[in-house]
């Protein structure tokens, strides 16, 4: 596949209704509907397909489910690579898994390191143990989910990727992080980071989303509106990332310690 210098991105952000996959395919195709530019990649928010809940033996789905069917089938008829999180039953376990899905059909797996033991999701959930670099169109990507932004050292950019993407449902409760901590991440990576939360409501909290794209400077390309089910669309510049790096390499400064 040939490079895509200015790359499409696309953050799709909306109310989750719980446990309805049907609802939320409905809403997210509404949605798609609307759009009147070509996307290289869209990305959806954490567990898009039922919302963030500790019931995945009432929820969870199989990888020919009927989430991850749409999500293949979407991908396809919009000739566009897909980024979304699904509540997954495999081999018995549960998890919270990212999927990268390919305009043929294809995808990729991550599933989220990082479990959210406040609320429980380690007592329900398994941990993924590996992270997943795609690449993509020229660009090296890695898709993390949700908690995962809390911790730095998971996602150091030891790999050379240049775009991070962080599919979440982050309730307003703890808003500053969302805020703030997007912005480090890109920063202290000198990369991309592309950021989808949800809107909405549930019996855990509200959700404004507020979901963005910024650069390596921290700067905000492009962000959501608070509290309504939107479109986002934002453009993004590989040879002015490489460029950026080359007058700034930061990264060649950084500590030599990796994560096990």
Not at 32 to 40: E, F, M, N
Not at 110 to 138: M, N, P, Q, R
């Given at each position: ?50 919302g ?111 775009l ?11 808003q ?8 480090a ?35 905000t ?15 993004i ?24």
């Amino acid at each position: 596949m040939p490079t895509v210098d200015n790359l499409k991105i696309l953050l799709v952000q909306h109310d989750v209704v719980l446990g309805d996959i049907d609802a939320n395919i409905g809403k997210i195709d509404s949605l798609l509907s609307t759009k009147t530019r070509k996307a290289d990649i869209i990305i959806l928010t954490e567990m898009f397909s039922t919302g963030f809940t500790m019931k995945p033996e009432l929820f969870a789905e199989s990888v020919n489910g009927k989430a991850v069917t749409w999500l293949r089938r979407k991908a396809n008829e919009l000739d566009s690579a897909i980024i979304a999180s699904v509540m997954i039953e495999d081999s018995g376990k549960y998890y919270n898994r990212a999927f990268f899905v390919y305009p043929d059909g294809r995808y990729d797996c991550y599933d989220k390191h990082h479990l959210f033991s406040y609320g429980g999701e380690d007592k329900k959930f398994t941990a993924g143990k590996s992270l997943l670099i795609v690449e993509y169109s020229g660009w090296k990507i890695c898709p993390l989910v949700c908690y995962d932004l809390r911790f730095p050292v998971w996602s150091r950019n030891v790999h050379n990727y240049d775009l991070l993407v962080y599919i979440a449902s982050w309730p307003n409760a703890r808003q500053k992080v969302w805020s703030i901590l997007p912005v480090a991440r890109a920063m202290e990576n000198q990369c991309y980071v592309a950021t989808a939360n949800r809107t909405g409501s549930d019996k855990t909290g509200n959700y404004s989303g507020e979901s963005k794209v910024i650069n390596q400077f921290g700067e905000t390309l492009a962000q959501s509106l608070p509290d309504v089910e939107c479109l986002t669309f934002c453009e993004i510049s590989l040879s002015k990332l490489f460029a950026e790096r080359a007058e700034f390499p930061f990264l060649n400064d950084s500590d030599a310690f990796y994560m096990e």
